[in-house]
């Protein structure tokens, strides 16, 4: 089983490196180089705010971007080709093949994570001369970023598997802003009465809340993040990616291919 | 022993976008094939010989019916390591080279690595392509991708082996090629279980055969018996177009080109048509037992519904 898994990782890692998805990197060194002229318009202090906000915004804008271009193929673009054929006509169980592509593009988004956060850094010693203890509470951003990747990956590969890429596309996207703004649904749940209470309850609890997954804007005031959200925010990923996954699965399994 | 026993397998697709009904593309297919056997699944195109095959490696779900492979139920991951699979037309990972594909796909199905480096290289040789290096396949011909396919197919060393119209697009040389492996799994004592429309094809390389039409399992039958059954009809030849009058009432067809005649007889009138062609100062040519081919048995088979359908 973990050689099977292990195997399907890998190649769909490959097939991303090899589509050149982590071309990005190149855009995203660009940005921030292309950006450096605005800080020292700025007065000291704001620049350091604007670097980490650019800087971890477009870590986490890039990582969705692939999350969804990539996800959205990830089975549906193997069943258009007929690639697995080959695949399900050996000892390979089908909840195997939706694991591994989902472990495979999540090792996508941590390596490229991991290469953008050391330009990230790299841009920090050179543009604000030298890092601070407090600088290390950037990792905990990155890290809920990486958080939102897991979700994102499990809500795009679930899609896969029965819906065309475009549509796919749109609903992932769709998802992700419905997420970004999670809490405004909470709210609207809180004040509203009956059905509409319990609609918006249920909805709130089904849609992703990347909400408490963002503190980009904690990172660059150099607030703290406690041990607690940490936990929690864990906690609700891997459960939220559990839940998302399990339904691919199931879906998968019981599907002609055409 | 039998390599693959299918029972009573139906498969049916909802057909039509408001009105979804339901159209059997096969219907209760039972079939068995022997150990060791080279069993060709004839049928025209649309027949439900790609629907046979997808349900029996598990890419899509029968609507009723079963079948064992190598004794176990065919959806048996335990035997899935034992068969191996070449669909029709098919289509890689084409950011691969062909080292690389086989490597993932032998690791799919379980080779020690040791095993699969040793095999890959030999493997490569024996389908002619020891020379591709690390080309990636999307630059690969029809003919090498079918040559790909066939060894991924058997790059774990199966007992059974699934092709489905493995030489249908291949230039002649290609096909020749293929026809070669297929022969080799053969004598190698592999079963091997392939769909064609090509029945030449199938003439050459099978033991026995099956014709299946519209989803209808038509009849099956040993490719030997096809060659060494006595032939029906003889054709004769013969120069002298005037003696046709006096023989015309014997014979099943009729050619006549300038003065040369081609005609078949039953093989019972044989003897009454030389003497009557004697008599008449015609110049034999040739005499030719006319052989029942797997052709005429195909073509029968699948013309058998067409009655049918006329009845209705
Ligand atoms: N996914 C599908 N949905 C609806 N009909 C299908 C599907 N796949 C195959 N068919 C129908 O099933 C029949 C058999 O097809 P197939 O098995 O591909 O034939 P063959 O391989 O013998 O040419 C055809 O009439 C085809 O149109
Ligand atoms: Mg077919």
């Known amino acids: 089983m973990t050689s ?5 990782t890998w190649n ?3 097939e991303a490196v090899r589509d050149r998805v982590l071309y990005n990197l190149v855009l995203f060194v660009l940005l921030l180089v292309a950006s450096a002229p605005l800080f020292s318009q700025i007065s000291i202090g704001l620049e350091k705010l604007m670097l980490v906000n650019v800087g971890l915004s477009s870590i986490s804008l890039f990582g969705v971007i692939i999350a969804i271009f990539v996800g959205i193929g990830l089975v549906s673009k193997e069943i258009e080709k007929k690639t697995l054929y080959t695949i399900l006509s050996r000892p390979v169980r089908r909840w195997e093949f939706i694991v591994g592509k989902y472990l495979g593009l999540l090792l996508t988004l941590v390596v490229n994570t991991a290469l953008m956060t050391v330009g990230f850094y790299l841009a920090l010693l050179i543009f604000i001369n030298g890092l601070k203890r407090a600088d290390a509470m950037l990792l905990v ?3 809920f970023i990486v958080l939102q990747f897991m979700m994102m990956v499990a809500i795009t590969l679930l899609f896969s598997t029965f819906s065309t890429p475009i549509f796919s596309a749109i609903f992932a996207f769709a998802l992700y802003v419905i997420g970004t703004f ?7 749940a809180a004040m509203s009465h009956g059905a509409t209470k319990w609609l918006a309850m249920g909805a709130s609890y089904i849609m992703p809340n990347f909400a408490s997954l963002n503190v980009i804007a904690q990172a660059a005031h150099e607030q703290n993040v406690g041990s607690g959200l940490i936990f929690s925010n864990t906690v609700y990923a891997l459960l939220y990616s559990l839940a998302v996954t399990v339904a691919a699965v199931m879906i998968f399994e019981r599907r002609n291919l055409k | 022993m039998l390599a693959i026993e299918i029972k009573n397998l139906t498969k049916e697709y909802a057909v039509g976008f408001w009105k979804k009904q339901w159209r059997p593309a096969l219907k209760s297919l039972n079939l068995t094939v022997e150990a060791g056997e080279t069993f060709g699944f004839l049928g025209p195109n649309g027949a439900g010989k790609t629907t046979t095959l997808k349900l029996l490696m598990g890419i899509i779900f029968p609507t009723s019916g079963s079948a064992t492979i190598l ?4 959806l048996d991951p335990e035997v899935k390591r034992r068969i191996g699979f070449l669909p029709e037309q098919p289509y890689f990972y084409d950011y691969l080279s062909a080292p690389e594909l086989l490597d993932y796909y032998a690791r799919l199905s379980g080779v020690p690595a040791p095993v699969r480096k040793q095999r890959i290289g030999e493997l490569l040789g024996r389908v002619g392509l020891a020379d591709v290096g690390n080309k990636q396949l999307r630059k690969f011909s029809k003919g090498m991708l079918q040559r790909v396919g066939i060894a991924q197919a058997i790059i774990h060393d199966p007992e059974v082996v699934f092709l489905d119209e493995p030489m249908s697009g291949l230039d002649p040389v290609g096909r020749h090629e293929v026809r070669e492996l297929i022969q080799s799994l053969k004598d190698a004592g592999k079963t091997i279980f392939f769909s064609t429309h090509i029945l030449s094809d199938a003439e050459a390389l099978c033991d026995r055969v099956a014709v299946i039409h519209k989803g209808e399992l038509r009849g099956v039958g040993v490719v030997n018996d096809f060659r060494s059954s006595l032939a029906e009809k ?3 030849i013969w120069l002298g177009a005037t003696a046709l009058s006096a023989v015309n009432s014997l014979l099943a067809e009729v050619h006549v080109t300038g003065d040369t005649v081609r005609g078949t007889v039953q093989s019972g009138d044989l003897d009454r048509l030389l003497e009557k062609l004697r008599q008449q100062g015609a110049r034999l040519i040739s005499v030719m037992p006319v052989q029942r081919t ?3 048995y195909f073509l029968a088979k699948t013309r058998e519904e067409e009655k049918e359908a006329v009845t209705l």
């Open chain 2, 294 to 296: 797997l052709e005429d």
């Open chain 1, 141 to 143: 951003a990155v890290y």
């Open chain 1, 12 to 14: 769909t890692f490959r």
């Open chain 1, 4 to 8: 099977r898994l292990s195997a399907i």
């Open chain 2, 71 to 74: 004794g176990k139920d065919f």
């Open chain 2, 234 to 236: 003889t054709e004769v």
């Open chain 1, 182 to 188: 999670g809490e405004d649904l909470k709210n609207f």
